[in-house]
């Protein structure tokens, strides 16, 4: 598809990765629609990015918001489902010094799990839905899952959501398909957003050292691979890594 033919949602879109998407899709032409807790950053999105508060783990939120977002844009055959949040931790540790025994809180899994699965998989379902019933197409949906989908130490709760999301990208792309709506999925290595901004310098240093292109990626590097895959019409069920060469470990 042109990037000018979208009509398109980009969740968690107000800030980092997915304003950058944001952005360059208005810049294209195409018409954008926004939803995001933050909404200062919706605020600060430009004028004719369409924007609306949206919690992607409330159903309801999901379901309002794409009804919302297809009037606005006068038709819905896109969705960016880049909303995301970590909440990082050892799942079991046992303190060195005192010799307690630490375990992740339920809430620290499930919080996670909330936003970055069940909230990316409600927006698909509404997302696709919407188009079914208005038998609008060709479509196409890109999730943002995370190179951490191959396993990362203190990440199990974003692991299991990023994970379950790219292999459900190829589920998507199965069910969805007889309806002219393709799903792909980027999995960004290390980005340079306010997700990442709060890192240690020691570990910055030793993650750029991991990277074999030798830098942190920015939004622009996932911007191309989003790019690829709406645009191009033979592309989906996969996940492209796109983390310069490296594995985080
Ligand atoms: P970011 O700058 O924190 O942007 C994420 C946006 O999603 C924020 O505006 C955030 O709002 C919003 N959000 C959080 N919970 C939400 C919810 N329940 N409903 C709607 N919006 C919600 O992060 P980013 O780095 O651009 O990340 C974008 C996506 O890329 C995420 O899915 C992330 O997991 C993935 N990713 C990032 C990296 C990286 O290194 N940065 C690497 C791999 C994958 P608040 O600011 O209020 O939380």
């Known amino acids: 598809m042109r990037l000018e033919e979208l009509k398109i949602i980009v969740t968690g879109g107000a800030s980092g990765m997915g304003a950058h998407f944001a952005k360059r899709l208005h810049e294209a032409g195409a018409e954008v629609a926004v939803g995001d807790v933050n909404e200062e950053g919706l605020a600060a999105l430009p004028e004719g990015i369409h924007t609306r508060r949206l919690d992607v783990s409330s159903e309801e939120d999901c379901q309002a918001f794409v ?106 792309m199965r069910e969805l398909a007889p309806y002219g709506i393709r799903v792909g999925a980027v999995a960004p290595g290390m980005i340079e957003t306010p997700m990442t901004e709060g890192m240690k310098q020691s570990a910055r240093d030793a993650l750029v050292a991991s990277i074999p292109l030798g830098r942190i990626g920015t939004p622009e590097d996932i911007w191309q691979a989003v790019k690829f895959v709406c645009e191009c019409d033979y592309f989906s069920g996969r996940t492209i890594d796109v983390d310069g060469g490296g594995a985080m470990g």
Do not use: C, F
Not at 84 to 113: C, H, Y
Not at 142 to 169: E, M
């Open 67 to 172: 009804g919302w977002a297809a009037e606005a844009m006068g038709g819905l055959n896109g969705l960016i489902n880049n909303a995301g949040i970590i909440r990082d931790g050892l799942l079991v540790k046992k303190s060195r010094r005192t010799g307690e025994l630490k375990k992740m809180p339920l809430e620290q899994l499930t919080s996670v799990l909330d936003v970055n699965l069940v909230g990316a998989t409600l927006m698909v379902r509404e997302v696709a839905g919407q188009m079914i019933e208005s038998e609008t197409k060709p479509g196409v949906i890109v999730n943002i899952s995370s190179i951490a989908r191959h396993g990362s130490r203190g990440q199990t709760n974003y692991v299991a959501a990023k994970a379950a999301l790219a292999a459900n990208t190829t589920t998507w």
